[in-house]
């Protein structure tokens, strides 16, 4: 045996254990599947009794949601109990008596497993926090849910899907408020001239039109951890051609599944900015992510994979001479999947956060773990989600 030498600088064993901890670190978070936001909250068994600590936890364009948490008893704490809906009249108890009838912060919880069949859109409020862990909820096979200028609204854990069309119609709204809402095309969740709004870990699926839209202005948004699958048009960010308020939307779109069965849309973008990026694709019809009106996308650490349709996973529409800017940094790309980058350069797509909205990328190879809990989590009893 060779003789040891004791006179080794012993900064370089505590190097040695350093390294050794940061592997164990980033291996124990692989493991489990956490990503940064998960990893905020997750790890707590106490969740239940902790909930509102979940308004700390969102990273990207929304920024941290602690307006939606409030200091002292303002808060108020109201959970459904009542599957039924009544457009104008909303019973005490309800999804909707929650969104009209109290005023201020309110953070939504349900009583049990429940199916919602909303009979017209339900105008969600500012600073609401709807919050279905630890029960199933499905909000599903009539009318979705509507973000009509607002603001601080989370969204978490709520199934919605086959979401219908609706006529026009007059709905109670916030502040029991009588609102014209005219014909809706079946979106899952809507947004209209809305901000700061995080939506996380639901599972999305078969609405007449599509999932997600982001319109009329809207901006500050967070998509993340949610499981959007069988769906021909899945995300739209800015609806109309003409909405130049739309230049000043961005979105953060992170740690999200897509698919199966998913064909266009995740998303397309209209003159915006989306920061897409540790999402799995799981194949697509049509394509993935497109735009048109000079829109930028800066598509990063996504796992693509390319199944049963078009290889490519850009669409860009012929629109003159201004097709904006498309760039792929660091994705991983599967079973033949090709970007077809576009635009004037790396520099023209940098999200530019704040140190609040800021979050650490992961590699692109480790987001199919990431996102392996993506959609509505399973909670069991006195455990952690
Ligand atoms: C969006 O967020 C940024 C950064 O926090 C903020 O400066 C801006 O005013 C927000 N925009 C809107 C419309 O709320
Ligand atoms: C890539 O996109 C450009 C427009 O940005 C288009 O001219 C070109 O044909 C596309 N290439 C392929 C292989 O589709």
Known sequence: MKKTNYNKPSYIMLTTAMVAILITTSSTSFVHGFNVIDKCWRRDPNWRS?????????????????????????????????????????????????????????????????????????LVSSFTTIDGRGVEVHIADGACLMLQRVTNVIIHGIKIHNCKAQTASTVLGPDKKIVNVGPVDGDAIRMLTSYKIWIDHNTLYDC??????????????????????????VMLLGHDDGFLRDKNMKVTVAFNYFGPNCNQRMPRIRHGYAHVVNNVYKGWGSYAIGGSMNPSIKSQANYFFAK??????????????????????????????????????????????????????EDGHKVKELTKNAGVLKCPTSSTC
Not at 214 to 220: A, F, K
């Open 50 to 122: 902790h909930r509102q600590q979940l308004a700390k936890c969102s990273v990207g364009y929304s920024g941290k949601m602690t307006n939606n948490i409030g200091v002292g008893d303002e808060l108020i704490k109201y959970k459904v109990t009542d599957t039924s809906d009544d457009p104008l009249n909303p019973k005490p108890g309800t999804l909707r008596y929650a969104m009209t009838h109290i005023q201020g912060k309110i953070w939504v919880t349900f009583e049990r497993n429940m199916n919602i069949r909303l009979q017209k859109p339900l």
């Open 208 to 233: 007449e039109d599509g999932l997600i839209d982001v319109t009329r202005g809207s901006t500050n948004i967070t998509i993340s951890n949610n499981w959007f699958r069988t769906q021909n048009k």
């Open 308 to 361: 049963g349709g078009r290889n490519e996973v850009t669409w860009k529409q012929e629109s003159g001479e201004v097709e904006g800017n498309f760039q792929s940094v660091k994705d991983v790309f599967a079973n033949g999947a090709c970007f077809n980058g576009s635009g004037s350069g790396r520099d023209a797509v940098r999200p530019n956060y704040t140190p609040e909205q800021a979050f650490p990328v």
